[in-house]
């Protein structure tokens, strides 16, 4: 049986994903032996420390956003620590709403591709919420300052495709196509200091 485009894309990003977070994972264990055993110490070992925490988060996001989601599900624990992680030392804070408990992979995988979006629009940093409420997922982003790039963002709802979506950019392309394939359509809109994505 032939493999869609989208559908290779998330394959191979989930492979990347789950062979790189062994190794990072060992090498925090290894770190934080070093750190017990007081032969290295001091603020490299910080800083190195810090770097490989940040690795970690960042694959176990993205592992979600680009990953295979079929039907699985995921509880709010699992998405609340990744949001946590993430969210650690970086200009850009996760909340994932209170009254939500777990969800389908497949849903959280767009939240979180559209999470990806809002980043970019966000250059100072900002708070990025997630929330569910009838089936209606909304994302919003609040920061200092939106910036939106109307040609990349029409990429979401189709109004316009004329952006080059770079690796950086690659969550433009894809949420809508995750979108497409559940069957629902991706929305936007923003202020100065806030900026919101629906599906």
């Not at 770190?31 to 770097?51: C, N, R």
């Amino acid at each position: 049986m032939a493999v869609d485009t989208a559908n290779l894309a998330a394959l191979i990003g989930s492979r990347i994903c789950h062979d790189l977070i062994s190794p990072v994972g060992a090498i925090n264990n290894g770190l934080e032996l070093l750190g017990m055993s007081g032969t290295m110490a001091g603020p490299e070992l910080e800083l190195i420390s810090d770097s490989v925490l940040n690795a970690n988060a960042r694959i176990r996001f993205f592992r979600v956003a680009f990953g295979a989601a079929g039907d699985q599900q995921m509880g709010r624990a699992e998405v609340l620590s990744v949001l946590d992680d993430i969210s650690k030392g970086g200009r850009m804070k996760f909340q994932w709403d209170p009254s939500m408990a777990g969800s389908n992979r497949s849903d959280v995988r767009m939240a979180f591709l559209a999470a990806l979006c809002l980043e970019t629009a966000l250059p100072y940093g900002g708070l990025v919420k997630i929330s569910c409420e009838d089936g209606k997922w909304t994302v919003t982003g609040e920061g200092r300052k939106v910036n939106v790039d109307d040609a990349l963002w029409g990429y979401l709802d189709g109004s316009d495709a004329t952006a080059t979506v770079t690796p950086a950019l690659v969550q433009f392309a894809m949420l809508p196509a995750a979108a497409q394939e559940a069957d629902r359509k991706v929305f936007y809109d923003h202020t100065l200091e806030k900026i919101t994505l629906q599906f």
